[in-house]
């Protein structure tokens, strides 16, 4: 095996993945940034929608591969199955260098100050690890604002009322609300509501030497054409890149991170392009692979120190696993109200993101992404034919005439929906697989019921003539694509895994970030906030580092 | 595809393998057969399936015109491996249905009469001892509903939807007309 | 050495030869079902070629033969039995390489010489050159994947496969050897060469001049229309009359737009913003005087020349006495500011003045 040398190696070349490497290597830590993907290429998937990251029917636009990407699915009764990224209930997220950055709908939303104070702000909750995060809003907030600028948010400043106190606007105006947008907006504002465009990681004008957004229809699910989305691959990982500092490696799967006898950690082991095992050695460790395969990373780095996993003597990696149950409710309308102008998504209000009576947190509202074609023959309300010659009429009429708002719902974390190893299940590359278990919290339905109620208000108060809710947030576990909450970060070094900064308590050397550190996933759509983390971790990197290790 | 993307080193394999070929040729003549996966007369009942599931009305053409069987055909060959067996076994039980209930092949059937059949078939009510495999009649169906909807409503290159016919039906656009913006970055300049 | 088995020698490789050459011969003669169309990938191609406008045209008139280009083509025949042989591959699996769709132009110019004169003279005979390596541009923006859409649908590759660096900042360069003098839109780009079409018939009795123009009208309600797009994305075409119509607005007000479906081509690549604002971003639609009007009204469709364009409607003198052509439009001049695509009367008229005029 060939060994080679680094500061640092950054494990996922995603949100937080490329914000590291460049914060990094910018200031002269030299950085192998690991990528199981390749880096993606816009012209294999052209506006197709069975190749789509949102509907993969055929393939995956950006990855993993099927066949060689199991993952176990563990039934409530215990049965075990096998499930391809194909699957929803695999919680699929795209492997490519950027990941979901590349083909997200780049909604850009700072967590309000309650969605990192629940516990002190709901109080315990039963059934539910629920607390507060360990770091607050305004220790974020310049994080926040370095995320908006250096990658790129349009949007408007204040026309949110519910935000919480922000010291500088967006580097782009917002976008238009389109025609579903405009109605919605008067809806809502005529319910005594605060509607306003949604902050997107997405150029309304040029930015950075990339152009302005088109609308191309085929948004959400898809890479750019006109590379006017702004994601870590055409953002950071570039400037990284230059530096001369990082090194990108794509088709690296990582198996382990490798530890020394002292506990610190020492490297990883990987399989190259070619299925090659390597080693690389470096001094410390960045995980920021996502919720469940940071945590698969960690579970699968034993040792005799760590015989249950990496940094898990306590027991709470692969825990507390979350994601975003979707709720809403949709209308038919008498005109045409889809312009299928790309993203689709526009308007969104914050009232029901915290102090709603009766539950605990809430969750933004937002007019829809494109439902394309296939997908729209899918959603049919409550009763209508799935096939056939009414089928056929419902989806040339009501194409552009269904419209909803549906959102985000705060889901309560559970100690036992969680990731684990699979006893046997083996990758392609003979390494142990994730397997999901566990519930959902059953207060998740009840929150969603009312989010679902208050959107149905909205619709109907815009004119729709039919409408129904559709509510979320029962079975298990959560994850999906806004998978979160595995390796908590805490004060307390018995119930959290990583500290406010994402330094392991039982590891000096190994840090994480992404959705996995998050203590609850919010009301909102994470990425920009996993964004924030990693500018805050990597800033406690590069201020305490002395050259080869840490000052302390 | 390249059909000219052969190494130098492979030159002189493929002047033998050529050649070879070329005496070959009688076996490349068997007839043309359209079908990857489906036998002629599984096509033509699924045809008619998918017909059924999406038809011809007075908004335009249905699965038959945009070719929705010939992606099925080629999605059970390349990607629904899991699939097969279901179609492979399935399709004869829906036509010992029709035969029992009707007296004929599914695709011989009044319009009207196909349909009530697959309306029993999706709540799994087509007889017991003429279906007679342990395929779900009603998971079946929906598998065929997905698929049908995936080869109309989804993009040509995967073998339906001809023309972009749905997206014609539906006033969709396609290609999208939707120019590049950099005429406006010139003014802003 | 011995004579005879010399002379043997000699004799059985003439023959040889002769049973060979004679053999690719007839092979090259021979009815394309026996020959490059027995194998059944090629054979949906057949059948469309069988109903096109090209039916009586010989395969290997526009795909060449394995002699046709030296070393080159016997590469290129070689390949495809081969793939034959090693790949399972089905007819929309395979596509002309973009080599392949230059070289055929040239075969189209054995038959098509004024048709590749006149697009050798306007500005889609633009090479990759041309488009990729403007300066104005590349400063401004980073080019990307979507380029190709329009500009080399048929490139084999991704945009970072043909230009570098790919920054705003330059020098910029070609990469990709030998492209910069190739051509970004050929005639494939609007033309399906195997698109099934009736050929143009003799008028049934020239008895009746009139009766010609109604049989011909009917003939050609129906035909395809010559044209389509290429489209890149799905590595197929969609026939002019297939394409989407453009549903185009002045401000709020919904344009007419010609019923020529050849105008649905043009509109791809010379399209609008999305909200399809007509004279917006590359889009050239006719808004004001000249609303409802084709591209081609006034373009001829291969040089997209239009001298001359005015005098097929407009009698040299307008309304207010002043001469077509030399009125103060962008057709006059180039710096007017009433650009002929969407110039109106009120441009020049003041409104009110109209309105009683016409009162």
């Keep these: 095996m060939k060994k080679k040398q680094y500061n640092a190696v950054v494990i996922g070349a995603g949100a937080s993945g490329g914000i590291i490497a460049k914060e990094l290597s910018v200031a002269g830590i030299s950085v192998a940034l690991m990528e199981r993907g390749d880096w993606p290429i816009y012209d294999k998937h052209i506006n197709d929608e069975l190749i789509s990251q949102r509907t993969s029917v055929l393939a995956s636009v950006s990855g993993p591969e099927w066949e060689k990407n199991p993952r176990v699915y563990v039934h409530p009764d215990g049965r075990r199955e096998t499930v391809l990224p194909n699957d929803g209930r695999y919680s699929p997220l795209a492997a490519c260098v950027g990941s979901g950055t590349v083909t997200y709908g780049a909604m850009a939303w700072r967590y309000l100050r309650e969605d990192f104070r629940l516990k002190s702000t709901y109080g315990p909750v039963e059934g539910s690890t629920l607390d507060d995060w360990p770091v607050s809003y305004d220790e974020l907030e310049p994080c926040y604002e370095k995320a908006e600028w250096e990658i790129g948010v349009s949007g408007e400043a204040g026309a949110n009322p519910f935000e919480a106190p922000r010291k500088k606007g967006y580097p782009m105006p917002p976008f238009e609300p389109g025609r579903d947008g405009e109605v919605f907006t008067a809806a809502a504002k005529r319910l005594g509501l605060h509607p306003f465009p949604i902050p997107m990681l997405r150029n309304s004008i040029p930015y950075s030497g990339r152009p302005g957004c088109i609308r191309n229809r085929t948004c959400v699910g898809f890479q750019c054409p006109v590379d006017a989305k702004n994601g870590s691959q055409n953002t950071v990982i570039p400037v990284a890149l230059t530096t001369g500092n990082c090194d990108l490696y794509t088709n690296s799967k990582v198996a382990e991170i490798l530890t020394q006898s002292s506990g610190s950690v020492k490297g990883i082991r990987y399989f190259d392009e070619n299925d090659r095992e390597q080693i690389i050695e470096s001094d410390i460790v960045v995980v920021t692979a996502s919720a469940t395969e940071s945590a698969r990373l960690l579970l699968n780095s034993t040792s005799n120190l760590f015989p249950n996993g990496l940094a898990n003597n306590n027991d709470w990696v692969g825990r507390n696993l979350q994601g975003h149950a979707y709720t809403g409710a949709f209308g038919l309308f008498e005109e045409d109200l889809k312009e299928f102008a790309g993203p689709g998504a526009t308007i969104g209000l914050s009232d029901f993101n915290h102090h709603n009576p009766g539950i605990i947190g809430g969750g933004v509202l937002c007019n829809e992404f494109n439902r394309l074609p296939y997908a729209f023959s899918q959603t049919r309300p409550p009763g209508e034919p799935r096939w056939g010659k009414s089928h056929k009429e419902f989806q040339i009429k009501y194409l552009k005439r269904m419209v909803g708002l549906h959102g985000p719902i705060q889901e309560m974390p559970v100690f036992d929906s969680r990731v684990t190893i699979d006893p046997e299940l083996r990758d392609h590359w003979g390494i142990p697989v994730v397997a999901l278990s566990g519930n959902r919290h059953p207060l998740d339905h009840e929150h969603c019921k009312f989010l679902s109620a208050r959107a149905e208000e909205i619709v109907k108060e815009a004119g729709a003539f039919r409408t129904w809710q559709t509510v979320g947030g029962r079975g298990g576990p959560s994850g999906h694509q806004h998978q979160c909450g595995t390796i908590r970060m805490g004060n307390d070094p018995k119930t959290s895994v990583v500290n406010k900064f994402g330094q392991a308590h039982e590891v000096d050397n190994l840090f994480v970030s992404d959705g996995s550190v998050f203590v609850s996933g919010g009301g909102f759509n994470p990425v920009l906030t996993i964004m924030a983390v990693a500018y805050h971790t990597s800033g406690y990197i590069v201020k305490n580092w002395n050259g080869s290790k840490f000052k302390s | 595809m390249k059909l000219t993307d052969t190494s130098r080193r492979e030159f002189l394999k493929t002047g033998i393998l050529g050649i070879g070929s070329v005496m070959m040729l009688p076996s490349c003549m068997k007839n043309y057969t359209p079908w990857q996966f489906f036998t002629e007369e599984e096509a033509i009942c699924m045809a008619a399936i998918c017909e059924q599931i999406i038809p011809t009305d007075d908004h335009g053409p249905g699965a038959t015109y945009a070719g929705v069987i010939f992606y099925i055909d080629k999605q059970l060959d390349e990607v629904f491996t899991w699939d097969r067996d279901k179609y492979r076994r399935g399709i004869p039980a829906i036509q010992r249905c029709a035969v029992k209930l009707h007296g004929s092949k599914f695709e011989a059937l009044e319009f009207s009469t196909q349909t009530d059949m697959l309306e029993s078939m999706e709540s799994g009510k087509l007889p017991a001892e003429a279906w007679n495999c342990d395929i779900n009649q009603g998971n079946l169906f929906s598998t065929m509903v997905q698929h049908t909807m995936q080869g109309f409503y989804g993009s040509p290159r995967h073998g339906g939807n001809k023309n972009y016919i749905s997206y014609r039906l539906m006033n969709l656009d396609y290609p999208y007309i939707v120019g590049q913006n950099r005429y406006r970055h010139l003014k802003a300049q | ?359």
């Design chain 3, 1 to 359: 050495m011995n004579n005879r088995i010399f002379f043997a020698i000699t004799l059985v490789v003439i023959i040889a030869i002769a049973v060979s050459l004679s053999g690719y011969a007839a092979w090259n003669a021979a009815n394309p079902e026996k020959t490059c169309a027995s194998c059944h990938e090629i054979n949906p191609s057949l059948e469309m070629w069988q109903i096109s406008s090209h039916r009586d045209i010989n395969c290997k008139e526009c795909h060449g033969t394995a002699m046709s280009n030296g070393f080159h083509s016997i590469k290129e025949k070689t390949g495809m039995v081969f793939t034959h042989i090693r790949e399972k591959k089905l007819n929309s699996d395979i596509r002309l390489t973009e080599t392949q769709v230059i070289e055929t132009m040239d075969r189209c110019a054995n038959c098509h010489q004024e048709e590749q004169k006149k697009w050798k003279s306007g500005g889609h005979a633009a090479a990759y050159a041309d488009i990729f390596l403007n300066k104005a541009h590349n400063n401004m923006e980073r080019p990307y994947w979507d380029c190709f859409r329009c500009h080399g649908m048929h490139y084999e590759g991704n945009i970072y496969d043909l230009i570098e660096p790919v920054s705003t900042r330059g020098p910029w360069q070609i990469i990709d050897e030998g492209k910069e003098n190739d051509p970004v839109m050929t005639c494939m780009s609007c033309h399906e060469i195997h698109a099934g079409n009736d050929t143009r018939k003799a008028a049934s009795s020239l008895e009746d001049p009139k009766a010609i123009f109604y049989e011909r009208k009917e003939a050609n309600a129906n035909r395809n229309p010559k044209a389509g797009l290429y489209i890149r994305a799905d590595e197929m075409y969609l026939r002019a009359d297939h394409l989407p119509v453009p549903e185009m607005y002045d401000g709020e007000r919904k344009l007419k737009i010609t019923p020529n479906p050849l105008q649905s081509v043009c509109v791809q690549c010379h399209s609008p913003n999305w909200q399809h604002q007509a004279g917006t971003e590359d889009d050239r639609t006719p808004s004001g005087v000249h609303e409802g009007l084709a591209c081609m009204a006034c373009h001829e469709t291969h040089s997209n020349d239009a001298t001359n364009s005015c005098t097929k409607c407009h009698p040299v003198i307008s309304n207010c006495g002043l001469d077509h052509e030399t009125m103060n439009t962008s057709y006059f001049d180039p710096e007017s500011p009433n650009n002929i695509h969407h110039v109106k009367c009120t441009d020049c008229h003041d409104e009110e003045d109209l309105l009683r005029n016409n009162n």
